[in-house]
């Protein structure tokens, strides 16, 4: 999304809404709204953001690659993941706890029935 990769350019460099509006002659309100993607810049307004982060505006409006998508085949794990994604942060971060804890305690086992 052109909004996100415009944040992530502009933290990249440490640069305020503020500063960045300054330097692009646009409001800091529209530079809010274009990383939120409430409102989507003009073709001058990339063009000028681009040139800004010294970068080409194809660079700039291309989006990043799909990241491959895991596929998970067992319903009943898959269920148990559509929950946890309905979890608080925190109870999350228990459960993968858990998760990866479970998971190094069974390579054990195998590691020491092999030998």
Do not use: C, H
């Amino acid at each position: 999304m052109l909004g996100e990769r415009i944040r992530k350019l502009r933290r990249e460099r440490n640069w305020t809404q503020k500063q960045l509006g300054q330097m692009a002659g646009i409001d800091q309100n529209n530079i809010s709204q274009y990383e939120s993607g409430k409102i989507t810049p003009t073709r001058r307004t990339v063009d000028r953001l681009a040139e800004i982060f010294a970068i080409s505006p194809e660079e700039l409006i291309a989006e990043a690659p799909a990241e491959p998508v895991l596929a998970i085949e067992d319903p009943e794990l898959l269920g148990i993941f559509r929950e946890m994604s309905k979890l608080t942060e925190s109870d999350r971060s228990r459960l993968k706890w858990m998760l990866n804890l479970a998971i190094r305690q069974l390579r054990i086992q195998d590691v020491m029935q092999a030998s």
